[in-house]
């Protein structure tokens, strides 16, 4: 079992930047696909990007790529999403997501979520 903890959420302003941060309670990542979903209020829960276990590849949704950046630490204790360019369309709650199988974009590939972490981009 792998307990997901993100951080690093907030109020920011509109062209402003955020990283959020997402690691596992008493265990190391590496052995996991990892990657970011998130939800704004009242719409369904969209892929933001993963990245494989080694970290040589990331994926990323059409609306965040070139602006959202995915990362693990060399000692496989985190993983990190660098959001640049904030638009008030990437206002959600944003979740840390794990799984043994793949890196992609189906909610279903990915065994364990976080509680989340809010993001509000005010315009």
């Known amino acids: 079992q792998v307990q997901l903890v993100e951080s690093g959420g907030g109020l920011v302003q509109a062209g402003n930047s955020l990283r959020l941060s997402c690691a596992a309670s008493g265990r190391t990542l590496g052995r996991y696909n990892m990657g970011w979903f998130r939800q704004a209020p009242g719409k369904e829960r969209e892929f933001v990007a993963c990245i494989n276990r080694g970290g040589s590849s990331a994926y990323y949704a059409g609306s965040v790529k070139g602006r959202f950046t995915i990362s693990r630490d060399n000692a496989e204790i985190a993983v990190y999403l660098q959001m640049n360019s904030l638009k008030p369309e990437d206002t959600a709650d944003y979740y840390c997501?794990?799984?043994?199988?793949?890196?992609?974009?189906?909610?279903?590939?990915?065994?364990?979520w976080g509680q989340g972490t809010q993001v509000t981009v005010s315009s």
């Open positions: 997501v794990a799984s043994n199988i793949n890196c992609g974009d189906s909610a279903s590939s990915y065994a364990y």
